[in-house]
């Protein structure tokens, strides 16, 4: 069974805090850490914890772009706004959402990774 300081030490690596300031937090040492990482039951803690935070990362990641899309949909439709204005938010709109899949590709293959 995981003690509390442990619990607090998933949640802090798998939200991407330093091992030296984790330590500092919680009053041990780097080593202590450490040995908690090799631990069955930490490691898939922490495997959980971190798919939890990916999910969660990408989860608001398709909320902005949802929402992003919406106010450029009603600038774009917005009658009080220049034809050249409209075009040239359209042409940004494009080449943001040109890399797109490579991201979201990449987001993928790394959620994949942690549940193996």
Do not use: C, P
């Not at 509390?4 to 939200?15: F, K, R």
């Not at 080593?31 to 990362?57: G, M, N």
């Not at 398709?62 to 220049?82: G, M, P, W, Y």
């Amino acid at each position: 069974m995981l003690n509390n300081n442990q619990l607090i030490a998933i949640h802090l690596i798998a939200s991407g805090v330093k091992a030296s300031v984790i330590a500092n937090q919680l009053s041990i040492r780097e080593e202590t850490l450490s040995r908690w990482k090799q631990i069955d039951e930490f490691q898939e803690a922490l495997k959980d914890a971190t798919e939890a935070v990916l999910r969660e990362i990408d989860e608001t990641h398709k909320n902005l772009l949802i929402i992003s899309q919406n106010v450029i949909n009603e600038a774009l439709n917005n009658e009080d706004l220049d034809l050249f204005k409209k075009a040239n938010l359209a042409l940004r709109y494009l080449s943001l959402i040109k890399g797109k899949n490579d991201i979201m590709k990449k987001s993928s293959n790394n959620l994949f990774k942690y549940t193996l």
